[in-house]
């Protein structure tokens, strides 16, 4: 932290000194932690990068559920569209059936359209049941990390 100019106060100057030697002692303690930490055994679980973990988990969080959200919507949309399709496609092919004179299946003995439907009604319970529950989700994801960091 040296520089050209003459400090204005010797207080400035002490001040100074003062936090080089701080610095100077984080920086040991910080090296003593990492060879402190490289020095464990294999099996055991490692607080000082445990720790680097979780802060890099955390800084990427925002991002992630960023993702998800942007997912989620596409994703409804995606669904959305088709149903859209779906609904019109079938209500337009009991037309032409109609007019042809051939028979019309009913929704009930309709396979396809009933596991359709199946689909949307699951997403549909998903999506409902999935509000409010957030501490349980990250509670579920804190497990999971904890259980792979300590696998490792």
């Not at 990068?49 to 993702?67: A, N, S, T, W």
């Not at 669904?79 to 037309?95: F, G, H, M, S, Y």
Request: proline share 4%; with cysteine; charged share 30%.
């Amino acid at each position: 932290m040296s520089h050209t100019l003459k400090p204005f106060n010797p207080a400035i100057d002490t001040l100074e000194q003062l936090f080089v030697k701080a610095n100077n002692d984080l920086n040991y303690v910080h090296h003593k932690l990492e060879i402190e930490s490289s020095a464990r055994e294999p099996g055991q679980v490692d607080p000082y990068r445990l720790l680097l973990r979780i802060q890099k988990i955390q800084d990427e969080l925002p991002v992630i559920e960023d993702g998800c959200r942007k997912l989620l919507v596409a994703k409804q949309e995606v669904i959305d569209k088709t149903k859209e399709i779906l609904v019109a496609n079938r209500a337009l092919l009991r037309r032409l059936q109609a007019r042809v004179g051939a028979p019309i299946c009913c929704d009930d003995d309709d396979a396809v359209y009933g596991s359709f439907l199946k689909v949307l009604h699951e997403w549909s319970d998903q999506l409902q049941s999935g509000e409010g529950t957030d501490s349980a989700v990250i509670e579920d994801l804190n497990q999971k990390l904890l259980s792979s960091i300590i696998g490792k």
